[in-house]
């Protein structure tokens, strides 16, 4: 069943990180209808915990186990208030006897602030002590998630000290989404990966040595299964790409030989191959036992080559901006809200 699942759910995602985050929470809030809280936690974990680490890998995401289970576990309990079937709605419609329909759809409705808690956890990982350096690292994450959390929250109830206008709902969101992503935002201007062209045989061995060592490089495969077309990510250090190059015997000549230099250095055989429908791809011939330990086989698809790149702002300045703009926008609005005010005494 688990094949099964991770089958249907990579082939309508593909390699796209956000669609396959949102059939995995809508996965959990079905599987979670009905359940109590610890078998709610138990049937989803062990069904969507392993298609998240093995798929999210593939969309170039390093996800930790405990990230993932926060993100199943959270999204298995808000089924709890999701309609038609939120056990927590109905109890309480039967306190304040209202109807138990629209009490969930009001619950899920002030629900929103927490669903956004997982794919924080996802995206940034910091807040569950991953990554931290010290304390007034750890102090500055927490400080701006919770600033995050509260511009998210003030969008979706739509009011702070009085009610916000449809444009400054859009600022909020945001100045959300900068404070609790800043390395995303940040990959609009300055993104982290630049991509390689294969390189013609021409290119001199030297250049291509310093072109793949020089940084970290990941690989973008798709490989055949009985379940369809698989996707995935193989990431190679700066240092494991030295060390495969330097063991390749005649230095890159094997891989010059059939016109591919970009990713020479991975000690690879790659042959222009064309599929079903015509179309030219790049297949993978010979492997190294280093190549083969990362993850790569023969008779794999070669879509996409890039590099890190080195030179890069911290994202940290995303956060400091951000913090500014809230200030300015706070400052701004309790004016107005205060002038408002004024007018209704007079």
Same mark, same amino acid.
């Given at each position: 069943m688990n094949n099964a699942l991770i089958g249907i759910v990579e082939s309508i995602a593909g390699n796209n990180i956000y669609i396959l985050l949102a059939l995995t929470a809508l996965l959990c809030l079905v599987l979670g209808l009905g359940l109590p809280t610890t078998a709610n936690y138990l049937v989803v974990a062990s069904l969507m915990a392993p298609v998240l680490v093995e798929l999210g890998s593939a969309a170039g995401l390093v996800l930790p186990l405990i990230v993932v289970h926060l993100y199943v576990f959270y999204f298995g309990l808000m089924a709890d208030v999701t309609p038609p079937v939120g056990l927590a709605a109905y109890a309480a419609s039967a306190i304040s006897r209202a109807d138990p329909i629209k009490t969930g759809i009001q619950a899920f409705a002030y629900e929103i602030r927490t669903a956004i808690l997982p794919l924080v956890f996802v995206f940034n990982t910091e807040l569950v002590l991953i990554g931290?350096? =010290?304390?007034?690292?750890? *102090?500055?994450?927490?400080?701006?998630?919770?600033?995050?959390i509260l511009c998210f929250t003030t969008a979706s109830q739509r009011f702070l000290f009085r009610r916000l206008r449809i444009l400054e709902m859009v600022f909020l969101l945001v100045l959300a989404a900068a404070l609790f992503r800043p390395d995303g935002?940040?990959?609009?201007?300055?993104?982290r990966w630049?991509?390689?062209?294969?390189?013609?045989?021409?290119?001199?061995?030297?250049?291509?040595?310093?072109?793949?060592t020089s940084s970290d490089l990941r690989v973008s495969i798709t490989r055949k299964t009985?379940?369809?077309?698989?996707?995935?990510?193989?990431?190679?250090?700066?240092?494991?790409i030295k060390e495969l190059s330097s063991g390749l015997s005649g230095g890159l000549s094997g891989g010059l030989s059939d016109g591919i230099s970009s990713i020479s250095s991975l000690g690879l055989g790659l042959e222009p191959r064309?599929?079903? =429908?015509?179309?030219?791809? *790049?297949?993978?011939?010979?492997l190294t036992a280093g190549a083969q330990a990362k993850g790569l086989r023969l008779d794999d698809r070669i879509t996409k080559t890039e590099r890190r790149v080195l030179e890069r702002p911290s994202p940290y300045w995303v956060s400091l901006i951000a913090m500014l703009l809230l200030s300015l926008f706070f400052w701004r609005h309790a004016s107005s809200a205060r002038a408002l005010k004024n007018e209704a005494y007079i």
């Open positions: 931290i350096k =010290s304390w007034w690292h750890g *102090l500055f994450v927490f400080a701006t998630s919770l600033l995050a935002v940040l990959s609009i201007v300055y993104p630049q991509s390689v062209e294969l390189a013609p045989k021409e290119i001199a061995q030297e250049q291509t040595i310093k072109q793949t009985d379940y369809g077309d698989r996707y995935r990510l193989v990431n190679f250090t700066a240092r494991e064309l599929d079903e =429908s015509g179309v030219s791809y *790049l297949a993978i011939t010979r």
